[in-house]
């Protein structure tokens, strides 16, 4: 089953701050986070273990709540360069394949 | 390091027709992962090896699918009598299996399909 993010798209001004969410019906052993570019592979940003880690990349952040078993995103002053569309993965214990959520579109305007 | 790479980037077949990928992983990435993804959807996993065992096949890869991975370095996906259904970006992702347990997965630019 594939973890559910919200919101499913988001405008930005340059400079603004945005949180994406995302959550799962089935344990998270570990969430994934990537950003896509249209007609481009997935990037990696970050992995998030269980245990409430939180964890940067540049001015993009994550935390993981393992007892919601929830994983939010938040992009901090947000570039141009953010706009994409960003993936959670789930992870669950010994199986090492992602379920990827629907995504979530950000845009970021000048 | 120069990234995962498949080829081709693109292929239009006509319906029922073979089919084949290659990918190419990381140089040392004992782990390769097989995704679809189709439009307005996350990757949706296929399948994956590690080294030349296929560890793992999804409902998803129908009789009609195979993967190998012969020596454990690139690997092939082949889709026989392919069908519209078939039509989607299909991705390859490698990773380094360490003591730790999980990995992060590096994906290639894909390979679009479309079947006419």
């Known amino acids: 089953q594939q973890p559910v993010q919200s919101p499913q798209a988001v405008i930005l001004r340059e400079g603004e701050d945005a949180v994406i969410n995302c959550s799962s019906s089935?344990?998270?052993?570990?969430v994934h986070w990537y950003r896509q570019k249209h007609g481009e592979a997935p990037v990696f940003l970050m992995i998030l273990l269980k245990g409430g880690e939180q964890k940067g990349h540049e001015k993009i952040s994550a935390s993981f709540n393992e007892k919601k078993q929830q994983s939010s995103l938040y992009l901090t002053a947000s570039q141009l360069s953010y706009s994409g569309t960003y993936f959670c993965?789930?992870?669950?214990?010994?199986?090492?394949?992602?379920?990827f959520g629907k995504g979530t579109l950000l845009t970021v305007n000048p | 390091d120069t990234g995962v790479s498949q080829d081709p980037r693109h292929k239009i077949t006509k319906r029922g027709q073979n089919v084949t990928f290659r990918c190419d992983p990381i140089?040392?990435?004992?782990?390769l992962y097989w995704y679809r993804q189709t439009l307005g959807q996350g990757p949706e996993f296929l399948t994956y090896?590690?080294?030349?065992?296929?560890?793992?096949k999804s409902r998803l890869l129908s009789d009609r699918f195979s993967a190998e991975r012969p020596k454990g370095s690139f690997s092939t996906l082949e889709i026989q009598r392919t069908e519209q259904g078939d039509s989607a970006m299909y991705l390859c992702a490698s990773s380094l299996a360490t003591s730790a347990s999980t990995d992060t997965q590096y994906f290639g630019p894909g390979t679009r399909l479309t079947v006419l």
């Open positions: 140089s040392e990435h004992n782990r």
């Open positions: 090896f590690q080294n030349e065992a296929q560890l793992e």
């Open positions: 089935k344990a998270l052993y570990s």
């Open positions: 993965g789930r992870q669950g214990g010994s199986n090492y394949k992602l379920t």
